[in-house]
């Protein structure tokens, strides 16, 4: 149901001429190799924005320019967990229920979560262990929140989901007895970087709010490695500015 939700979103965005049937069966792709990131934009005419795209992420963050930006709440219910390996990253997926994140007077539904190891995105040239990001969509607007780990504590949202990792790659796991609560991936401060970019996967679509949170949060060595057993190095190059401004909360 939630590819079906990203496929709507996805077609009202690039306005594609495909169906949500197509969207399940698109062009494989991957990190290396033939069918890595610089390979994208070949693999299918729908790929196209991988390499014609002037706003693509993720970025490196060096400059920013502080703006009156509305403060972000996130307002997140608990949720049964529902997991999948989708053979790019392990996936998270809420339901109706697992509330917004409201910046100013827009209110975007969470849809799902997802991390890249080491992290997707830069500030001042340096990577985070890992990222995590937050798909929100407010009808066909979607708006992605980073938030940056790096090794020290044990997170005990990671705990819980890394426990129940699905090594195959396969179908959605439902574990309706586990409820997930998505603000212990938050850190306290919640200033941020604020940009335009894309999806930082194929169609690499383009009109993405993007939200880097300032504050890093902490995953401990044990639970990296146990991500990267499935999944390192599942991150898309830094994509160039071409002239956009990013935007400071502070
Ligand atoms: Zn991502």
Same mark, same amino acid.
């Given at each position: 149901? +939630? ?7 996805? /077609? ?18 991957? &990190?290396?190799?033939? %069918? ?17 795209? $002037? ?7 060096? *400059? ?20 999948? *390996? *989708? ?17 100013? %007077?827009?209110? &975007? ?24 990001? /937050?798909?929100?969509? +407010? ?10 780990? *790096? $090794? ?5 949202? +990671?705990? %819980? ?65 146990? &991500?990267?057993? /499935? &999944?390192?190095?599942?991150? @898309?190059?830094?994509?160039? +500015?071409?002239? @956009? ?6």
């Amino acid at each position: 149901m +939630l590819y079906k939700k990203i496929a709507t979103i996805v /077609l009202a965005i690039t306005a594609l001429q495909v169906s949500a049937g197509d969207f399940g069966h698109d062009v494989h792709w991957s &990190y290396s190799g033939d %069918t890595g990131p610089e390979h994208w934009s070949h693999l299918s005419e729908k790929y196209a924005t991988c390499d014609s795209g $002037k706003q693509q992420s993720p970025i490196n963050i060096t *400059n920013s320019n502080k703006a009156d930006l509305p403060p972000l709440q996130f307002n997140y219910n608990s949720f049964p967990l529902a997991i999948i *390996n *989708n053979g790019h990253t392990i996936d998270i997926l809420t339901d109706a229920a697992a509330g917004s994140l409201v910046i100013g %007077t827009d209110s &975007y539904k969470i849809l799902d979560f997802h991390s890249h190891s080491p992290s997707e995105g830069a500030i001042d040239g340096k990577h985070a262990d890992m990222v995590m990001h /937050l798909v929100h969509s +407010l009808s066909n607007k979607i708006a992605v929140v980073a938030v940056y780990f *790096n $090794k020290g504590e044990a997170n005990p949202l +990671l705990a %819980t989901l890394w426990s129940v990792m699905p090594k195959e790659v396969g179908d959605v796991q439902h574990h309706k007895d586990i409820q997930i609560d998505i603000k212990q991936l938050l850190p306290e401060d919640s200033n941020y970087y604020t940009y335009d970019g894309s999806f930082t996967t194929p169609p690499c679509t383009e009109d993405v709010k993007w939200v880097v949170l300032k504050q890093h949060m902490t995953i401990s060595t044990e639970q990296l490695e146990q &991500y990267n057993t /499935l &999944y390192s190095n599942n991150f @898309r190059p830094l994509q160039p +500015l071409n002239g @956009r401004k990013v935007f400071s909360s502070n």
